[in-house]
C-alpha cells in the first residue's frame, strides 16, 4: 500500500481534517515532545521561491524531530534531464521519507507522489492547490469564532490563479462554511460559482455580510493577455480600504494569505485594523504543518 501524502484538502475526510485541526490546537497549546518524527529524513524541495510557507514547514519539522534536508533544486538532478520518477527514487534510496514540495506546475506534486514511495506534501503547485494553506486558515477562522457551520466568507480577487482560493473553496465546503467569491469577471470566471459557491462582482454589496473576508493579490507573474483593464480600476472596485473597512462588521476578521501587496488589494488601514489575522495566521502555519506531518507518518486518531 503506498504512503499517504496530502495533495489537496480533499485528501482529508471531514472527520481528519477536524483531527487535523484539533491535534494543531494542541500542539498551539503545548509542543509536544521532540520525537514524533524522530530519525525520519524529511526533504524540503521548493522550485519556487518562498518565505512563510518554507520557514514555517522547517520549524514544524523540527518541532516534531524530523531530519530536515533542504536544497536548491536548481542545483538537483531534475534540473539536468532526469525525470520525476528517477528523482522520487533515487530520494528514497537514501533514506527521505517525506518531501515537502513546492513547484510552479499544476499536477507536480500528484506526478511526485505516483512515482515516490514516501508521503509528498503539497506546498503549492501552480494554480492548483495549497493544502497546509487552507487549513491554517480553518484553523484561524476556528480559533475566532469556535464553529464553522454558518459562517459567511467572502474570498476577494485573482481567484482563477489563486491555489489558495481553490484549496479554501474544498476546506470551507467540507466544514459548513458559506462561501462567497468576489472579483471581476476577467479572474473570475462564472464557472467557479459551483458547489454551493456563490459569485458576486460587487464587493461594496457584499461587505457589510460576511464574517470573514480573505483578500488575495493581484499575482502579476501569472497575469498574461491583458486580464486587467488596468491596476487602478481593479483597486477602485476591489480594494480593502479605509473607506471600505466601515462596511465590515465589527467583529468580523480579515484574512490574507500573503505575501500582500500594499495599495493594490489593501491599503496599510487594513494592515493596522483590529480585525486583521495575518500574523494569526502565519503562527498558526507551524502547528498545522506539524500536525500535518504526524497524520502522514504516524496516523492521527478519528473519533468514531
Known sequence: MPARSLLDVDDLSPAELVAVLDRAVAFREVLPPRDLLAGVPVLNLFFEAS???????????????ADVISFAPGASSLGKGETIADTALTLYGIGVRVIVVR??????????????EGHVINAGDGTHAH?????????????EFNRFDGLRVAIVGDILHSRVARSNIVGM???????????PPTLLPREFGAGGVRIERDFDAVLPHVDAVMMLRIQRERITGGLLASLDDYTLRYQLNRARLRSLGGSAMI???????????????????????YVAQVHNGVFVRMAVLDLLVNGVPVAA
Open 103 to 116: 513547484h510552479q506546475q499544476s499536477g507536480f506534486a500528484r506526478r511526485l507522489a505516483d512515482a515516490f
Open 131 to 143: 493544502p497546509t494553506q487552507a487549513l491554517l486558515d480553518l484553523m484561524t477562522l476556528r480559533q
Open 51 to 65: 518565505t512563510r510557507t518554507a520557514t514555517s514547514f522547517t520549524l514544524a519539522e523540527q518541532r516534531v524531530g
Open 255 to 277: 484574512l490574507h494569505p500573503g505575501p500582500y501587496n500594499r495599495g493594490v488589494e489593501l491599503t496599510d488601514d487594513v494592515l493596522d485594523d483590529p480585525r486583521s489575522r
Open 173 to 183: 465546503r467540507a466544514m459548513g462554511i458559506d462561501v462567497t467569491l468576489v472579483g
